[in-house]
């Protein structure tokens, strides 16, 4: 078990390290998604814990979509064969989830707050010295600028990522400092964290802040449903109100609001991202029509014919190809590629997994102390799969892969050793 902890470790310190993806064609690997995969199989191999129905399960699932593919023959084979090794990689993280829990919870929230840390502060740098506030605001007003893609973004491959990371932690954050009962130098410590993530997740410009919205908001819905008290529905509200002032002033600002405004003629729209998306969800309503238990089968996305007009502007964009394989959104390409069913039997099993993280902050609670490297872990993993469903649809990233991780393991068991370590 201590190989399985040190790879376990590893991974979770190369999470933000998205740079160093290894290139293949046109696909990036994450260093940590890989690691995971060599995690299960160690396990696996072990055969420690396999066992028929893990067998069985992954049996089917592997069978189903070549059924599905086959019949279809939708998409190049290889975008299946990788596709199928990846989801299939997360399936397994998923049904070993319980056996895969020996390591410690500190630690693994002590290297997660060390290294977002390190990127938000990165982020400010790359904001003051790497691209300068004269720049930014050139491309926040809009304004012509060779340097117009440029936001803050780490060591992730993108700023999207670093924002959906950020996000998460400042949302990890805030759970811990309700939840969590700690010394007053540690609810110090945590609104520090909890306010310098979210002011350089800000950077990135990001609609994860959505990600950080409805985290949160679980989180403190959560809190309010047990034990209701004066001053919890006091805290309550002060939250509900911050997150609406939030949103209120994001959405006066034009770079926000055109990226969520739906309830205009497609042929007004002009945002890409907007866009994209809702063309995703037009891949979906043409899947749902033909096969919507299954799908098309993993790979199809953006290999079929399908009526669009958010696709026709994308067009006249030049932009056509744009997103058109992964649909944006993880969720949408789940819905195309896998269908209704095993999408279902995902969101039972996050459902399942938050209502045992709500009893164990009962049963925790009424015990007079609640670890919070538990509440953090579980509130970003969280987050980073709420925010992977929204709009990062790539398999390989090490954002999915640590969100399936730590939801799949983290022991919800108030009496679980592996809690207080």
């Not at 290889?78 to 390591?103: A, E, M, P």
């Not at 949103?247 to 739906?262: F, G, K, M, Q, W």
């Not at 290999?303 to 993880?330: N, P």
């Not at 490297?373 to 990062?392: D, H, P, Q, R």
Request: charge should be positive.
């Amino acid at each position: 078990m201590h190989l399985n902890n040190a790879i376990i470790y590893t991974a979770v310190i190369f999470f933000p390290l998205q740079f160093l993806a290894l290139r293949f064609f046109t696909g990036a690997y994450d260093i940590t998604s890989l690691l995971f995969i060599s995690n299960i199989l160690l396990v696996l191999i072990s055969g420690l814990y396999m066992n028929k129905k893990i067998l069985i399960s992954i049996s089917i699932f592997i069978i189903l979509q070549c059924l599905t593919v086959i019949y279809f023959n939708i998409g190049p084979y290889y975008r299946f064969l990788s596709g199928v090794i990846w989801l299939s990689s997360l399936v397994l993280i998923l049904i070993n989830g319980n056996y895969l829990h020996d390591y410690s919870q500190k630690i693994v929230t002590q290297i997660i707050i060390i290294l977002i840390t390190i990127s938000a502060v990165y982020m400010w740098i790359e904001y003051y010295f790497i691209i300068t506030p004269e720049i930014y605001a050139q491309f926040i007003e809009g304004r012509p600028t060779k340097f117009y893609l440029l936001r803050p973004k780490a060591g992730f491959s993108e700023p999207s990522y670093a924002a959906l990371a950020l996000f998460s932690a400042s949302a990890a954050s805030i759970a811990t400092i309700i939840l969590a009962k700690m010394p007053r130098k540690y609810l110090i410590s945590y609104t520090v964290y909890a306010l310098l993530f979210l002011s350089a997740a800000f950077l990135a410009r990001s609609m994860h802040v959505a990600t950080f919205i409805l985290g949160t908001g679980i989180i403190v819905s959560l809190w309010l449903s047990f034990r209701v008290s004066l001053i919890k529905i006091t805290v309550f509200f002060l939250i509900l109100f911050s997150l609406t002032i939030l949103a209120y002033t994001l959405l006066s600002y034009s770079h926000y609001y055109d990226r969520v405004n739906i309830f205009v003629d497609p042929l007004a729209m002009t945002n890409p991202s907007l866009l994209s998306w809702l063309r995703g969800f037009d891949q979906v309503l043409a899947v749902m029509k033909s096969s919507p238990i299954l799908g098309y089968g993993i790979g199809s996305t953006g290999y079929f014919e399908f009526d669009s007009l958010y696709g026709d502007r994308l067009a006249y964009y030049r932009i056509y190809d744009l997103t058109l394989k992964d649909a944006f959104s993880l969720l949408w390409r789940l819905l195309i590629e896998i269908g209704l069913l095993p999408v279902f039997l995902f969101a039972c099993f996050i459902l399942y997994k938050i209502n045992q993280f709500r009893n164990y902050i009962i049963n925790a609670e009424s015990n007079g102390k609640i670890f919070n490297y538990v509440v953090f872990n579980f509130t970003f993993a969280l987050s980073l799969i709420i925010g992977c469903l929204i709009k990062e649809p790539n398999y390989a990233r090490s954002t999915l892969f640590l969100g399936i991780f730590l939801i799949s393991t983290i022991p919800l068991n108030y009496n679980d050793k592996n809690t207080s370590k």
